[in-house]
Each structure stands twice: as structure tokens, then as C-alpha cells.
């Protein structure tokens, strides 16, 4: 290469490439550091969300196992009034005035007793 003497430029030669004769200065800025950056929060973000995910599931499943005994009582339960009801209102169907009462006052308030699915007679 040879420098110009007015500007102080220098003029590619014969075979030179213009790419070969600037510097590594006049590229610019790099985007090498700030994709580094934004990837590394990128995977910082994505582990703290990922930690706290995992975190929150954990605490889900301590409350779900929590409530396993008082649901099983609460069935219990309501497995018993079904039971009560059932009798109850057998016992309105075969008359019994103080049984009819509570069946007429229990539908009055909209508690409707389901008979349990009785097993078909047997054909003789």
C-alpha cells in the first residue's frame, strides 16, 4: 500500500483488497457483547421462572394432600345422610306421619332424596 502525501490516506496497490487495508477499528461496534447479554438473562430468567414453577407445585400438592382426610370424612359423611334419607323416606312411604313430615319439609327446602338403584327381581 502507499499513503497519498496530501490526505494521508493510503491507496490500494495492485491486488489489494479495500477490506485488507482498513483496520480493525473501522468495523464498528460489536454485537457480540450484547447478545451475550441478553442471552445470559435469558437463561437467568428461564431458570428463576422454572424454579419458582417447581416451587409453586410443591406447594400445590402439600395442600392437596392437606385436604385428602377432610374430603374423605366430608363423604363419610354425606354417605350417611344419603343413607338417613333413604330410610327416612321408606319410612314416609309406609305411612309414618312423623316421617312424612320431614320428607315434606326437606323438599320444601329443596333437598330432594334419590332412592339407590334397587337390583332387578328375578324372574321365575
Same mark, same amino acid.
Given at each position: 500500500?502507499? %499513503?497519498?502525501?496530501?490526505? @494521508? *490516506?493510503?491507496?490500494p496497490?495492485a @491486488?489489494e483488497? !479495500?477490506?485488507?487495508?482498513? #483496520? ?8 457480540? /457483547?450484547?447478545?451475550? /447479554? ?5 437463561? !437467568?430468567?428461564? +431458570? ?19 385436604? *385428602?382426610?377432610?374430603?374423605q370424612?366430608? %363423604?363419610?359423611?354425606? %354417605?350417611?345422610l344419603? %343413607? ?9 312411604e +309406609? ?5 312424612r ?8 327446602? +329443596?333437598?330432594? /332424596? ?5 337390583? #332387578?327381581? *328375578?324372574?321365575?
Amino acid at each position: 500500500m502507499r %499513503q497519498s502525501s496530501d490526505t @494521508g *490516506e493510503s491507496t490500494p496497490q495492485a @491486488g489489494e483488497t !479495500v477490506a485488507a487495508r482498513r #483496520p480493525s477499528e473501522d468495523r464498528g461496534p460489536s454485537a457480540f /457483547i450484547p447478545v451475550l /447479554i441478553l442471552t445470559a438473562s435469558l437463561a !437467568v430468567w428461564t +431458570g428463576f421462572q422454572t424454579y419458582q414453577f417447581l416451587k409453586e407445585r410443591d406447594g400445590l400438592s402439600v395442600l392437596r394432600a392437606n385436604q *385428602e382426610v377432610p374430603l374423605q370424612q366430608a %363423604q363419610k359423611v354425606r %354417605q350417611t345422610l344419603d %343413607q338417613l334419607a333413604t330410610e327416612t323416606q321408606k319410612l314416609a312411604e +309406609g305411612g309414618n306421619p312423623n316421617a312424612r313430615l320431614v320428607v315434606d319439609e326437606l323438599r320444601k327446602r +329443596g333437598v330432594t /332424596i334419590n332412592r339407590p338403584a334397587q337390583p #332387578p327381581a *328375578e324372574k321365575k
